[in-house]
């Protein structure tokens, strides 16, 4: 079952939005549908495993995110900087070799996709939910 601070969190956010009191019962009752729409409730279950996993001793569990991201970077670092100046170098001195392009068609998917959930994580810490 849904979490009650989470639907008391969408009638606030309801209350501020709809002033007219029958529209914002409409949505009220829409929002308690929608709580218990079964990939909401799996999409909450999956907030619960990340906490579990980013709260876990073991290393190799606690850092899978943080690799993805380094991974990212390293992507990119080679996508935009290594790769350019290779092709320069290889120009400028007539080197004779082509440097590898990276296949990065999902790349950036990826880092916008990190990026989205970094920028949540910042909302929180200067709002002061989280240390």
Not at 23 to 43: C, G
Request: charge should be neutral.
């Amino acid at each position: 079952m849904i979490p009650v601070a989470i639907l008391e969190l969408g009638a606030k956010l309801l209350d501020r939005v709809i002033p007219d009191a029958d529209a914002r019962a409409k949505a009220q009752a829409e929002l308690i549908k929608a709580s218990q729409d079964q990939e909401f409730q799996l999409a909450l279950a999956q907030v619960e495993v990340n906490k579990v996993e980013a709260a876990s001793s073991n290393w190799f569990v606690a850092s899978w995110r943080p690799a993805v991201g380094w991974i990212c970077v390293c992507g990119l670092a080679y996508n935009f900087i290594i790769y350019p100046l290779m092709l320069w170098f290889a120009s400028a001195f007539h080197a004779g070799f082509v440097p590898p392009p990276l296949f990065s068609e999902n790349l950036m998917e990826l880092v916008l996709g990190m990026l989205g959930l970094g920028g949540l994580r910042t909302v929180e810490k200067i709002k002061g939910v989280t240390k």
